[in-house]
């Protein structure tokens, strides 16, 4: 048996291409099956359903590690209001640690390209310079979103303050008081 190896060299690029693009082309992060996210995700899940979570997960931990353009990239707004935003961001960064953990997310699909999901979440403030607790409370809020080749958020809608707004207690998520 006689191998060309020009045509073994042709293969073998070919092949490490296609493995380099497929590796690449997986850009969003998957967090199903991370033990601290596994409860947001339900078997009937569809694959839309799972795009949608992973995205405002990973929204929601750029939000926790300080990185505001990963934060705001799935907003939908000017320059001048993303750059108003990332200004806020970054100012109250300099002074709160402030994290906002998932308990649940619920998605509704209009069609493949309009969904909504209502995101419940505790959200916990220190101080940056003390650790002291300034405010720890669970919300929700419903992101209206489109897809035109990537999901963007058209319009955010805070939960009901009667309903959904409850102090915590800062060692404990039962609600307190």
């Known amino acids: 048996m006689k191998i060309n190896i020009k045509k073994a060299l042709i293969i073998t690029l070919t092949f490490?291409?296609?493995?380099?693009?497929?590796?690449?082309?997986?850009?969003?992060k998957s967090y199903e099956n991370r033990e601290d996210y596994k409860h947001l995700f339900a078997q009937t899940d569809d694959a839309a359903a799972i795009e949608l979570k992973n995205e405002i997960i990973a929204q929601l931990e750029a939000y926790n590690n300080d990185d505001a353009d990963g934060y705001y990239k799935l907003f939908n707004m000017s320059k001048d209001d993303l750059n108003f935003n990332i200004a806020q961001f970054d100012a109250m960064r300099k002074t709160a640690v402030l994290t906002y953990t998932p308990e649940s997310i619920d998605t509704a699909f209009i069609n493949e390209d309009n969904a909504q999901a209502l995101i419940t979440m505790t959200c916990r403030c220190e101080d940056r310079n003390t650790g002291e607790v300034l405010y720890y409370?669970?919300?929700?809020?419903?992101?209206?979103?489109v897809r035109d080749g990537k999901w963007k958020i058209t319009l955010q809608t805070p939960g009901s303050e009667e309903d959904l707004m409850h102090t915590l207690n800062t060692t404990e998520n039962d609600t307190a008081q």
């Open 137 to 145: 409370y669970r919300t929700s809020t419903t992101y209206t979103m």
């Open 16 to 28: 490490l291409f296609l493995i380099v693009c497929v590796g690449c082309s997986g850009n969003a």
